[in-house]
């Protein structure tokens, strides 16, 4: 009888072990796989509702509407302003935010020249493949395929904006990222961004 208690309880055991191993390697996979969110229009009542999963990186004041673990400044002045901003007690604060995000600038890591990131969104890529470690990328809300320049927070920018947000010279950069680190990357559209990424629908989040 005491035998046969132990093996059914080293059963249990060993189910129980089982389980927390797998929560354990679904919470490392969900980690290496990062959401970054650019600041097309179109991404706002999104950005509020999606529940939160493994790190997410925003562009530039994108932690008023969201709560994320990384924010993205390009240059230092546009850092210098966002950390003012975050600081701020006049600044909104996004419910349930677990923390004050690390905000990152392109001068605040190292990269060969001919990976340097050209904007926010192309940095916060290289944030996350040279430094968070990501095995996979989904971007959301990216507009470099459609016919507009407007932003989220044009209104918060004191710098003049190019006429086209998107280019050739980008998504190349986000190709060779793809190519030499071996970490894909798609995008959540309801059209192709560019052929050489995924794509995906905002059911597959």
């Not at 093996?7 to 990062?34: E, P, W």
């Not at 924010?71 to 975050?86: F, G, M, N």
């Not at 927070?153 to 990222?177: A, C, P, V, W």
Request: aromatic share 12%.
């Amino acid at each position: 009888m005491f035998i046969y208690l132990l093996a059914q309880n080293s059963k249990y055991l060993r189910a129980i072990c089982l389980s927390i191993s797998l929560v354990l390697y679904l919470r490392r996979v969900a980690r290496c796989i990062m959401k970054i969110w650019f600041n097309n229009l179109e991404i706002k009542t999104l950005a509020k509702t999606l529940p939160k999963t493994g790190i997410e990186i925003g562009c530039n004041y994108f932690y008023h509407i969201r709560a994320v673990d990384h924010i993205v400044a390009y240059d230092w002045i546009l850092k210098d302003q966002v950390s003012l901003d975050i600081k701020s007690p006049k600044t909104p604060k996004t419910p349930k935010t677990p923390k004050t995000p690390k905000l990152w600038s392109r001068h605040g890591f190292y990269y060969p020249t001919r990976l340097m990131p050209q904007d926010s969104g192309t940095l916060a890529v290289a944030l996350a493949i040279f430094y968070l470690k990501a095995k996979e990328i989904i971007i959301l809300g990216c507009g470099w395929h459609k016919n507009q320049t407007k932003s989220l927070f044009d209104k918060k920018y004191t710098h003049n904006k190019r006429i086209e947000k998107g280019s050739n010279s980008k998504l190349q950069l986000l190709r060779t990222y793809q190519r030499e680190f071996n970490v894909p990357i798609s995008f959540v559209s309801d059209s192709v961004v560019d052929k050489a990424f995924g794509i995906l629908s905002i059911e597959d989040l």
